[in-house]
């Protein structure tokens, strides 16, 4: 008689996570220029202007990420979710309707940012940590492959429905999305925990012994206090920080910088297709392959495989070593190590509070996220050249690295009892 596998309501929770991850990324950072281009033509505001108010979103979220990880821990994500997609899709649809500057960024840049803190980072892997015990890896791969699956399935999206209507009309459709899509989810799919359903966190119904064989080793559940006091917390931050410096600041000037180098806005812009295709792909293999080997020997190669991967792309003379560098080899490890980091922050601190920590995490990463940039831009100012820019990005890269390995090496805390 064939048996039938059930499967562990765990792999429903990390699709439920992917399609948050997926509708935030196709609707945020990747795809807005598409829209914020006419926008600004139409209402003749500044690049200075609207950068700032999608900046202060960001900043506006990253304030409200520590909020959010709490009430992740303590209430469960739904109500939750059902807020921040409900916030984002009226933030999009009412902003069609804007007229002055004041409106946009109280519309888009309060009440969106607000919104988008309640579908970040604070609640989606804080959930892949509580519900998976084992194939933690695969299933972080998974969720954190959404941020490059939204742009690639809703860029298409957001051209054909600008070429057949005005930004207006974009935005106000593109509001309905989280809320068709994300609200169900909230309602039916998602849980705090386990223990919720009467279940064990996938991998432990095999076994205990089993099941830290394959994380290697228990992890130990640290309160905020401990964890901000455990070395390895300190290691993490420097490593994110450092990782993210140079994957956001190449991210925002690879395009220009190809340009610089002599090739054309579409060899430039054909690199965007590879980078987001090998990024699905490489935390999509780390997050198997860390199952496999220790993670200090995983976070290291990523970040020498970034590294080499820069210096071959800006020394780049065919569009093949274009493609390599930066499509290729920058795509695989920064999909990687933008895997790594919720893995790591889970393995180092235990499931119990990730919530919490990753809400303190969230801010102060988003250091990177405006260091990264401005330095590209800067040297560039000064030199007329990326060239320096991106070689400093790959020694960046390489300490980053190391950070990352002093965090994955550091003995673990023991939580007090």
Known sequence: MCRVTRIHYAWYVALACLAISSIRAGIGFQTMGFIINPA????????????????????????????????????????????????????????????????????FGVIGGIGVAGLSNALVFPLIAKWFSTQRGRATGLVSSGANLGGILLSPVIIWLLS??????????????????????????????????????????QGSEFAQEQNGGACPDLTLTEAIRSPGFWFLMVGWNLSDFVLKGALLHKVPAAQSLGFTTAEAGSVILTYGAFAIL???????????????????????????????FISAGSIWQLQLGYGVLSGL??????MMMPFLLASLFGRKNQGVIMGIVTPLVMISGIGGPLLAALLFDITGSYVVAFEIYAAIAVFGGLALLGASIVPRMTPKL
């Open 40 to 107: 600004r033509e139409e209402l003749g505001w500044s690049n200075t202007q609207i950068t700032g108010v999608i900046a202060f979103r960001e900043l506006i979220a990253g304030v409200v990420a520590p909020l959010v990880g709490w009430l992740v821990d303590r209430r469960g994500p739904r109500i939750i979710m059902l807020v921040g997609a409900i916030l984002v899709g009226l933030s999009l649809s009412v902003v069609s309707f804007t007229q002055t500057f004041w409106q946009f960024a109280l519309i």
């Open 282 to 312: 490489g935390k999509l293999l780390t997050g198997f392959i860390v199952e496999q080997v220790s993670t200090k020997w995983v976070v290291l190669s990523l970040s020498i495989l970034q590294a080499i991967g820069l210096i071959l």
């Open 333 to 338: 490890s920064a999909g990687g190590l933008i």
């Open 164 to 205: 057949i209507s005005d930004w207006r009309s974009t935005w106000f459709f593109l509001g309905f999305l989280p809320i068709l899509i994300l609200v169900p989810l909230a309602i039916f799919v998602l849980r705090r925990e386990p223990a919720d359903m009467n279940l064990l966190p996938y991998g432990e119904e």
